[in-house]
């Protein structure tokens, strides 16, 4: 592996100085009152962050520059700033500017530049908004440059180019979302930090971190995804942050319209509609979709609305306010999972007619940012969530017949949140550099109300209780959890190619549960010889320090090396605690998770024909959760629990060129990119358990690779992806065969996808077929909802797409 990573640094280094003919930016400032020179003005190179500063007669330059698009800002205390493009081609630039002296109103100068969108994926800049991002691992998928089958948000194509993403394929409509990467479980995203337009979206941030929401992918301009460093300034989780940023409406018109109409295999259909502008100080945009479907297997059908609006106002330069309401609302009947022999059999069939999943999500937040003055800014981000999951069904063992005479398990949670995250950007001079600095502060307060119970013993999508009493009758919990953190962290420029980012984060969290549950015990015959309920009151509070440190070395502006060791931290709740479930159990004295992600990697572009990112990561996990076997009476349950230490190293790698271009030149007209997405990983447990010690961990296949062809000639794109996925465990003990399903073996598939758009004028036509070689694969063993036992993922499908735009 390591040999790998060195021959790979070689040749791109060697490429670089194959490839890149450097050039320089240089010229004068001026003021415009006077007409003078401004001696020793900061020039900052917008793309990079770089700073420069102008001599004693005004005069500055930029050298080491390749061809390619940049943004120059110059500013002196006592004058405003003046921001313009620089477009290098095949010579020296010479770029002169003016600055005005100070009217009251001061123009914002943002560490930001425009990114480089040739290929659908590029990365954060060190700095963004009231983030910093210097010395991690990082990525940004541009969703306009994506042909993908965004009607059903294929994470598949989506995440395509996004390294060591372990993706679950259980939902086929792409209502929730399952990535993890690192070995990580999927899971609902939930060892992620999941957000949307950088405020939190899951369920209970840190007691139940579960996204049932996912917003559309066609509503999307781009999605965030920062790996493990991102716990200092996102709180206790391994996998990392995802930010799903929204479109905005336009800011050169008042209104467009946006209408997308989709029909596909088994009946679905989906529409997207919507609309944005810009009036005056104000500018909004909204959306609604619609989308139905009948799905591959039988009983799989789907009915889900889903809706947007975001208005900002900026009654100043200095100020602006923001304003989002999210609302969601799906029914989906849920087919249940299947044994191994019977996916082998017959993927398609379905064992479970009365299983149901509701969900209804409603997502609000008030941003504010404020820019204190040229070097800081404020950022202030209120959000709620008030929301309801609903999960009806026959729970039992997935190899027993669901007894239609027997009454359906109802789970039914409500969820009440409120949050606030607020963040100070300053950037200063350090010597003959600047260095930004990032304070923060978040308030955090979860409450869900949880219910277990008989439901009906009907067919049909009943979601009462069903009890003597018409309430639950096997547990009922309120469950509260808050959170107080202060986090920072700094970017030091030693010189202009070397930074280090140390960071720290303190944490107070505390948990509670009060409720009761019902305790039954049954004699061997089946006859009840003890039904009690038991009240419980549980409370638990704890104080925690995560540190980080980040380093970047950047050589030119088109190359960077970095490295990141932060320290990372997942609290338990209790929410699962008291889940009955036949096909597991949950130790009642579960540990909090710690550990750390470190990072090693080279990542850059060579003007825009080239882009490569290959790193190497170690996770460590102590008290890392999962699933082993547990022998009670003459039943064998899986049991999760606590499983001591594990480690995961490995190596990502991507990279991504432009054939015709690098051949052509820039200006050919047909772009045809090839892409390689290829992660090794290898994990291991160490552990006093002789069950598990050396064993492999659960859910982190050795080897997850993606490749694609793109090819793109004025407004006609055609995109081929190929996906593999290596054999993976599901538990700590590496179980191979178990007749329930819902632990053992994922064997190692593969699939490939093709998708095409033409645009002419107002409309564009999209289609594709997804799971192009119809395999028969899955990627997920469920211990419950939405099985249990295995979930086969959807066969070949097809879908066109209509849109026009007004």
């Not at 104000?282 to 799989?300: I, L, P, S, T, V």
């Not at 930004?436 to 955090?444: A, D, E, I, S």
């Not at 990112?613 to 082993?628: H, Q, V």
Request: glycine share 8%.
């Amino acid at each position: 592996m390591y040999r790998c990573t060195l021959t790979l640094i070689i040749f791109l280094c060697s490429l670089h100085l194959a490839l890149a003919q450097t050039f320089s930016i240089s010229g004068k400032i001026t003021n415009t009152a006077t007409g003078q020179p401004v001696p020793q003005a900061e020039v900052l190179l917008v793309n990079t962050g770089n700073l420069y500063q102008a001599d004693a007669k005004g005069n500055y330059t930029i050298n080491s520059l390749t061809p390619g698009t940049y943004t120059v800002t110059a500013y002196s205390v006592g004058l405003g700033s003046s921001t313009i493009p620089a477009v290098i081609t095949n010579a020296n630039v010479v770029l002169n500017l003016e600055l005005k002296p100070l009217e009251g109103q001061l123009k914002e100068v943002n560490v930001k530049g425009e990114r480089e969108k040739t290929f659908g994926i590029t990365r954060l800049n060190s700095v963004e908004g009231a983030a910093i991002y210097e010395g991690k691992k990082s990525e940004v998928v541009v969703l306009n440059d994506i042909t993908a089958n965004k009607a059903t948000n294929n994470s598949r194509q989506v995440f395509a180019k996004v390294a060591g993403l372990n993706i679950w394929e259980s939902d086929g409509a792409g209502l929730q979302l399952g990535i993890g990467g690192r070995g990580l479980s999927p899971n609902r995203t939930s060892n992620f930090n999941t957000r949307q337009n950088g405020y939190d979206i899951s369920a209970d941030a840190l007691g139940y971190p579960e996204s049932y929401y996912t917003p559309p992918t066609e509503a999307l301009d781009r999605i965030e995804v920062v790996r493990g460093a991102a716990s200092l300034q996102y709180g206790t989780q391994f996998g990392g942050m995802i930010n799903f940023v929204m479109k905005e409406g336009p800011d050169d018109k008042p209104f467009e319209l946006t209408t997308r109409q989709t029909v596909g295999s088994w009946g679905l259909f989906n529409t997207f509609n919507s609309i944005g502008g810009t009036k005056g100080k104000m500018h909004y945009y909204g959306f609604y979709q619609y989308k139905r479907g009948d799905g591959w297997r039988e009983n799989a059908g789907f009915d889900a609305h889903t809706a947007f609006g975001s208005v900002h106002y900026k009654p100043s330069d200095r100020l602006e306010l923001g304003f989002n309401y999210t609302y969601m609302d799906y029914l989906a009947q849920q087919p249940g999972g299947l044994t191994d022999v019977a996916f082998n059999t017959n993927p398609q069939q379905s064992w479970r007619d009365r299983n149901w999943f509701k969900v209804n999500w409603n997502l609000m937040a008030l941003t504010l940012d404020y820019r204190i003055g040229e070097r800081t800014k404020l950022n202030i981000r209120n959000f709620g969530l008030l929301a309801q999951r609903d999960a009806l069904g026959y729970m039992g063992k997935i190899n027993r017949l669901d007894d239609i005479t027997q009454p359906r398990t109802l789970l039914q949670d409500q969820f009440n949140n409120f949050g606030n995250e607020t963040r100070l950007i300053h950037r200063y001079d350090l010597g003959n550099t600047f260095s930004t600095l990032l304070v923060g502060g978040r308030y955090y307060r979860g409450f869900t109300d949880q219910k277990q119970g008989d439901g009906s013993p009907a067919a049909n999508a009943d979601f009462r209780f069903f009890s003597e009493t018409g309430a639950p009758n096997s547990s009922s919990y309120d469950y509260l959890s808050r959170n107080v953190a202060l986090f920072a962290e700094n970017i030091f420029n030693i010189t202009s190619k070397l930074s280090l980012t140390p960071g720290v984060r303190y944490e107070w969290i505390n948990t509670n549960a009060d409720g009761s549950y019902r305790d039954v015990m049954k004699d061997q015959a089946g006859n009840i010889i003890r039904d009690e309920v038991i009240p419980e009151d549980r409370e638990s509070s704890r104080n925690v320090l995560l540190l980080g440190l980040g380093v970047s070395y950047k050589p030119s502006l088109q190359m960077e090396v970095y490295a990141n060791l932060s320290q990372n931290y997942r609290a338990i709740n209790f929410n699962d605690m008291r889940i009955i479930n036949p096909n597991q159990l949950v130790d009642q004295n579960l540990q909090d998770e710690v550990g750390y992600n470190a990072d090693l990697g080279i990542r850059g572009n060579i003007s825009g024909l080239l882009n490569y990112d290959a790193s190497l990561f170690y996770l460590a996990y102590e008290n890392r959760i999962g699933f082993e076997s547990k022998v009670i009476g003459n039943q064998i349950y899986s049991f999760r629990t606590n499983q001591d230490f594990s480690r995961n190293v490995g190596l990502e790698t991507f990279i991504e060129a432009d054939l015709l271009k690098f051949y052509f030149g820039q200006d050919h007209p047909t772009s045809l990119s090839v892409f390689s997405n290829v992660t090794l990983v290898n994990t291991k447990y160490i552990s006093d358990k002789k069950a598990i010690d050396g064993n492999k961990v659960e859910l982190a296949p050795a080897v997850i690779a993606k490749a694609g062809l793109s090819f793109k000639r004025n407004n006609f794109k055609v995109a081929y992806q190929y996906a593999y996925t290596s054999e993976q465990y599901t538990d700590a003990e590496n179980s191979r065969l178990e007749p329930t399903a819902v632990v053992g073996l994922i064997p190692a598939y593969w699939v490939m996808d093709l998708s095409g758009s033409y645009t002419y004028k107002r409309f564009t036509l999209e289609t594709g077929i997804n799971n192009l070689t119809n395999n028969h694969y899955f990627t997920r063993r469920a211990t419950g909802y939405p099985g249990p036992g295995i979930i086969p993922s959807d066969a070949r499908n097809y879908y066109v797409t209509l849109q026009f735009q007004l």
